[in-house]
């Protein structure tokens, strides 16, 4: 009897961990956004397998299905690449910036462009299956925006870079808007379920539990909606920053598990609130730091990176005590964490990608791209911070644009990897996608 009961619980075990897993061909690995891949992962690097050079940023996240690799570019195209080779197989012409991750689901491949359009192409083939038109797509703006001038100028915020990426569940596809609604649509024809407005541009992408959708808006709310109706069925506040507008909106993605919702916010402040009700369980300051990265959860832990401070975070999922935390000398992280085996990986916007070994909790090997080995140096100081003095010449709205523009051109990491089989793919500012042994 004792035996049976044994099994049984080991049965239920198995589906609890199936029931999170473990798809690189959805966004984050799976609906839930837990960044958890069904992979060995990989314990010391050894090789660049391939690499795959588009004409633009690539801070999409690829997805992986049936061999075939789909990852947007900033150049206007989404491209398939074989997984093996890293050679093209095809590429769709959008037109338009795709700075969201696509999801690959019964045969069609799902993204949002700048252009306003959400598509479905085949994906096989990178026919056009449908699009549907949204109200349009814009960055967050506001005037005097992170201490800028001319202060009273609305000005797009040139930190907005991802655009929301899809989840599929049950039949529909959701995804957020610039137009500051959250959508539901018929995942086969595109047509519309639902759509739920909110009150700002909405760029986090939403994370699918329990018939639910989570997603953040920079409006400063936090929202659970029904996911067959597009109903609220709670929301939560944030911090507010009236004056520079620094210190709002929501751009990190939530992960669900275990009852509970994690997302980082650029109040500076790390949630976790319960599933059900929305009411805050607990949450971790960051002291002005934002929180971009999207958190991984695992074995009773939360992972995720901060901005500014540059620093790698790993919390108690039931009580946000800190377990340990790792320094990147000042370099943002917007990237944000997969773990395959006991290996995490991260990304960051000084080019590189941090393997760190959750067993010791300690940076096991460090990969350096392209862009970063050339340019690198230029915008680093003696001790490896961010030389920003370089790039930056003044709080001029313009100078900060161009200030943006030269820091991406170390080969920022802002895509988050994937791991499948002993590889990982992750694409960086320098327009390359990698494939990483």
Same mark, same amino acid.
């Given at each position: @009897?004792?035996?049976?009961?044994?099994?049984?619980?080991?049965?239920?075990?198995?589906?609890?961990?199936?029931?999170?897993?473990?798809?690189?061909?959805?966004?984050?690995?799976?609906?839930?956004?837990?960044?958890?891949?069904?992979?060995?992962?990989?314990?010391?690097?050894?090789?660049?397998?391939?690499?795959?050079?588009?004409?633009?940023?690539?801070?999409?996240?690829?997805?992986? +299905?049936?061999?075939?690799?789909?990852?947007?570019?900033?150049?206007?195209? %989404?491209?398939?690449?074989?997984?093996?080779?890293?050679?093209?197989?095809?590429?769709?012409?959008? &037109?338009?910036?795709? +700075?969201?991750?696509?999801?690959?689901?019964?045969? %069609?491949?799902?993204?949002?462009?700048?252009?306003?359009?959400?598509?479905?192409?085949?994906?096989?083939?990178?026919?056009?299956?449908?699009?549907?038109?949204?109200?349009?797509?814009?960055?967050?703006?506001?005037?005097? %925006?992170?201490?800028?001038?001319?202060?009273?100028?609305?000005?797009?915020?040139?930190?907005?870079?991802?655009?929301?990426?899809?989840?599929?569940?049950?039949?529909?596809?959701?995804?957020?808007?610039?137009?500051?609604?959250?959508?539901?649509?018929?995942?086969?024809?595109?047509?519309?379920?639902?759509?739920?407005?909110?009150?700002?541009?909405?760029?986090?992408?939403?994370?699918?539990?329990?018939?639910?959708?989570?997603?953040?808006?920079?409006?400063?709310?936090?929202?659970?909606?029904?996911? +067959?109706?597009?109903?609220?069925?709670?929301?939560?506040?944030?911090?507010?920053?009236?004056?520079?507008?620094?210190?709002?909106?929501?751009?990190?993605? $939530?992960?669900? $598990?275990?009852?509970?919702?994690?997302?980082?916010?650029?109040?500076?402040?790390?949630?976790? %609130?319960?599933?059900?009700?929305?009411?805050?369980?607990?949450?971790?300051?960051?002291?002005?730091?934002?929180?971009?990265?999207?958190?991984?959860?695992?074995?009773?832990?939360?992972?995720?990176?901060?901005?500014?401070?540059?620093?790698?975070?790993?919390?108690?999922? &039931?009580?946000?005590?800190?377990?340990?935390?790792?320094?990147?000398?000042?370099?943002?992280?917007?990237?944000?964490?997969?773990?395959?085996?006991? @290996?995490?990986?991260?990304?960051?916007?000084?080019?590189?990608?941090?393997?760190?070994?959750?067993?010791?909790?300690?940076?096991?090997?460090?990969?350096?791209?392209?862009?970063?080995?050339?340019?690198?140096?230029?915008?680093?100081?003696?001790?490896?911070?961010?030389?920003?003095?370089?790039?930056?010449?003044?709080?001029?709205?313009?100078? @900060?644009?161009?200030?943006?523009?030269?820091?991406?051109?170390?080969?920022?990491?802002?895509? !988050?990897?994937?791991?499948?089989?002993?590889?990982?793919?992750?694409? !960086?500012?320098?327009?390359?996608?990698?494939?990483?042994?």
């Amino acid at each position: @009897m004792l035996r049976k009961s044994l099994l049984i619980c080991a049965f239920v075990l198995l589906v609890s961990v199936l029931a999170v897993c473990l798809d690189p061909a959805v966004f984050r690995g799976n609906p839930q956004h837990t960044g958890i891949y069904d992979a060995p992962g990989i314990a010391q690097f050894s090789r660049v397998k391939w690499k795959f050079h588009t004409g633009g940023y690539v801070i999409s996240s690829p997805a992986v +299905a049936n061999r075939t690799l789909y990852v947007g570019s900033s150049d206007g195209n %989404l491209y398939a690449v074989a997984l093996d080779s890293g050679t093209q197989k095809w590429k769709f012409a959008a &037109k338009s910036r795709v +700075a969201s991750s696509p999801t690959v689901s019964d045969g %069609l491949v799902y993204f949002n462009a700048y252009d306003g359009n959400f598509y479905a192409v085949d994906a096989k083939t990178g026919q056009l299956k449908w699009k549907f038109q949204t109200g349009g797509e814009r960055r967050f703006a506001a005037k005097h %925006l992170h201490g800028s001038q001319p202060v009273a100028e609305i000005m797009p915020d040139p930190f907005d870079f991802f655009l929301s990426s899809p989840a599929v569940w049950n039949g529909a596809v959701f995804f957020g808007s610039g137009d500051g609604s959250i959508y539901s649509l018929n995942a086969t024809s595109g047509a519309l379920n639902w759509k739920f407005k909110t009150g700002d541009v909405v760029h986090a992408s939403p994370a699918i539990a329990d018939g639910a959708v989570f997603v953040g808006s920079w409006d400063s709310y936090f929202y659970a909606i029904d996911a +067959a109706t597009g109903k609220e069925k709670w929301r939560f506040k944030t911090g507010d920053d009236p004056d520079i507008h620094n210190q709002v909106g929501i751009q990190s993605s $939530a992960a669900v $598990a275990d009852g509970m919702v994690y997302f980082g916010c650029r109040d500076s402040n790390f949630y976790a %609130l319960d599933a059900v009700t929305g009411q805050k369980r607990w949450s971790f300051p960051n002291h002005g730091s934002w929180v971009i990265s999207s958190p991984a959860v695992y074995a009773g832990k939360v992972y995720f990176g901060t901005s500014d401070s540059g620093l790698f975070h790993a919390l108690d999922a &039931k009580t946000g005590s800190p377990i340990f935390s790792q320094e990147f000398q000042g370099w943002p992280m917007f990237s944000s964490p997969a773990i395959a085996g006991n @290996m995490l990986y991260i990304g960051s916007h000084v080019g590189k990608l941090f393997a760190i070994d959750l067993t010791s909790q300690k940076v096991a090997w460090t990969f350096e791209t392209d862009a970063s080995k050339q340019n690198g140096p230029t915008y680093t100081k003696p001790d490896g911070t961010p030389k920003y003095e370089a790039a930056f010449a003044s709080d001029f709205y313009d100078d @900060m644009i161009v200030g943006v523009g030269k820091m991406m051109s170390v080969g920022a990491i802002l895509s !988050s990897p994937v791991v499948v089989d002993n590889v990982i793919y992750v694409g !960086s500012a320098d327009g390359n996608l990698y494939a990483l042994m």
